[in-house]
Nanobody, 115 residues
Framework: QVQLVESGGGLAQPGGSLRLSCAAS????????MRWYRQAPGKQRELVAG???????NYEDSAKGRFTISRDNAKKTVYLQMNSLKPEDTAVYYC?????????WGQGTQVFVSS
């Protein structure tokens, strides 16, 4: 059974940093593409960053240069390092993977950026 458990959210000041973690289980983590999404209040869920099984990464435009996605296959964990945070980064952040037509989501971790 696929499980994704996010952690690391919280309150940060503008310009600050947070590191999100997503612990995975129930599948061969090293073989799967992993993604971080976020959903702000009243908005649709949007892709933030993705990382292939081989470690290639891609980012949504607003995350480029500020966020870094990485993975540790030995720990079955994917990370999102978020620097230079802005109030508009406030959202619930979700870890995601997929297999064919099936998408798997964690429960999300809240990030709140405010002074």
């Amino acid at each position: 059974q696929v499980q994704l458990v996010e952690s690391g959210g919280g309150l940060a000041q503008p310009g600050g940093s947070l590191r999100l973690s997503c612990a995975a289980s129930g599948f061969t983590f090293s073989s799967y593409f992993m993604r971080w999404y976020r959903q702000a209040p009243g908005k649709q869920r949007e892709l933030v960053a993705g990382i292939t099984s081989g470690g290639s990464t891609n980012y949504e435009d607003s995350a480029k240069g500020r966020f870094t996605i990485s993975r540790d296959n030995a720990k079955k964990t994917v990370y999102l390092q978020m620097n230079s945070l802005k109030p508009e980064d406030t959202a619930v952040y979700y870890c995601n993977t997929f297999s064919g037509p099936f998408n798997y989501w964690g429960q999300g971790t809240q990030v709140f950026v405010s002074s």
